[in-house]
T-cell receptor, first 117, second 114 residues
Framework: KQEVTQIPAALSVPEGENLVLNCSFT??????LQWFRQDPGKGLTSLLL?????REQTSGRLNASLDKSSGRSTLYIAASQPGDSATYLC????????????????FGKGTKLSVIP | EPEVTQTPSHQVTQMGQEVILRCVPI?????FYWYRQILGQKVEFLVS????????KSEIFDDQFSVERPDGSNFTLKIRSTKLEDSAMYFC????????????FGEGSRLTVL
């Protein structure tokens, strides 16, 4: 059974600092990995999607990397801002769920990020 | 920007009552999902739906749960007889393509069962 772990559970940094969030998964047979942002009491906002054949994806100040063989992904946030404060979730889609219509994501518990002004 | 919309944002119900949560997926999307998040816990998959039928469901999605796409736009989750442990945030999600592509989530419906 796929397990997704995110370390640290919480992180507090001063504004302007670069930071890295970690995600690890136990079964390397994944189809893709997606990073989400969740604000308190809100839904999930997709940040980046990395296909299993890709090594990294970038969007603005965000860069996500994927090392499928070692079961790891990192989310790098450059020049952090108070508005980046949220919980960041990573989720993997296993290869065996690549059939028509299926998309069972397995989520980590998230890293709660606080950026201090 | 197109988005997934969910109603109600919060519903309080008595144990044993039926609840229907509604979702309007992004208009050109073909694959629909329900996930839930119990307070303080991970987001968990419930069910996926394509071509007017369930394509996959988890152990959580027992006989008390059902999904329906009654018209061209709405996608609903029904809980027949709610239990205390059904209290959670329920998220609807949709995506356009079968294999690649991002999953887009709604803002969620918070269900509180008393």
């Amino acid at each position: 059974k796929q397990e997704v772990t995110q370390i640290p559970a919480a992180l507090s940094v001063p504004e302007g600092e670069n930071l890295v969030l970690n995600c690890s998964f136990t079964d390397s047979a994944i189809y893709n990995l997606q990073w989400f942002r969740q604000d308190p009491g809100k839904g999930l906002t997709s940040l980046l999607l990395i296909q299993s054949s890709q090594r990294e994806q970038t969007s603005g100040r965000l860069n996500a990397s994927l090392d499928k063989s070692s079961g790891r992904s990192t989310l790098y946030i450059a020049a952090s801002q108070p508005g980046d404060s949220a919980t960041y979730l990573c989720a993997v889609r296993p290869e065996r769920y690549s059939g028509a219509g299926s998309y069972q994501l397995t989520f980590g518990k998230g890293t709660k990020l606080s950026v201090i002004p | 920007e197109p988005e997934v919309t969910q109603t109600p944002s919060h519903q309080v119900t008595q144990m044993g009552q039926e609840v229907i949560l509604r979702c309007v997926p992004i208009s050109n999307h073909l694959y629909f999902y329900w996930y839930r998040q119990i307070l303080g816990q991970k987001v968990e998959f419930l069910v996926s739906f394509y071509n007017n039928e369930i394509s996959e469901k988890s152990e959580i999605f027992d006989d008390q749960f059902s999904v329906e796409r009654p018209d061209g736009s709405n996608f609903t989750l029904k809980i027949r007889s709610t239990k205390l442990e059904d209290s959670a945030m329920y998220f609807c999600a949709s995506k356009m393509t079968r294999n690649t592509g991002e999953l887009f989530f709604g803002e969620g419906s918070r269900l509180t069962v008393l």
